[in-house]
């Protein structure tokens, strides 16, 4: 019995020193699966992400009426959701950013559709480069959300 005292404490510590080691080395490896949103208006914010955004509406999973789902041309999907935005503050700082496929098309649209936009600094229907050399533009959506629309290449 003594014999088998010392082999199992030394299996035990063998093992552990292995399920610690294993841990350390762990990276999760992550993709976006959606964003979720508060919105007042639910009609008018699904109406400028599907009519400006270019997003398209999927079946609601939840089946809740005060909840619609769209995608992005990733699979990346965002979810509006109607309720109280009480204690949401609104931030230039903190936005979601958007790569598109043809910049110079997206802001002429943004132009055609009366759509405010500007540029980091804050000036009114203007762009601006990022210091990675990225065009950039910021908008707002109908809850004051701000997104910025760039041409990262990264489509």
Do not use: C
């Not at 999973?61 to 699979?75: E, H, L, M, V």
């Amino acid at each position: 019995m003594n014999l088998l005292l010392p082999k199992t404490f030394f299996f035990v510590a063998i093992l552990f020193v292995t399920l610690e080691a294993s841990g350390q080395n762990y990276k999760p490896q992550l993709k976006t699966d959606h964003i979720a949103i508060v919105v007042a208006d639910l009609p008018a914010s699904a109406q400028f992400y599907s009519e400006i955004l270019g997003l398209n509406e999927i079946t609601n999973q939840t089946k809740k009426p005060n909840i619609r789902w769209f995608t992005f041309a990733d699979g990346v999907e965002l979810h509006l959701i109607n309720r109280s935005k009480e204690g949401i503050q609104l931030i230039k700082d903190v936005h979601l950013a958007l790569a598109v496929n043809d910049f110079d098309a997206f802001v002429n649209m943004l132009r055609e559709k009366k759509v405010n936009f500007e540029n980091w600094p804050g000036e009114a229907n203007s762009t601006n480069s990022r210091p990675d050399g990225v065009k950039q533009v910021y908008i707002q959506d109908p809850d004051g959300y701000w997104i910025e629309i760039n041409d990262a290449e990264r489509l």
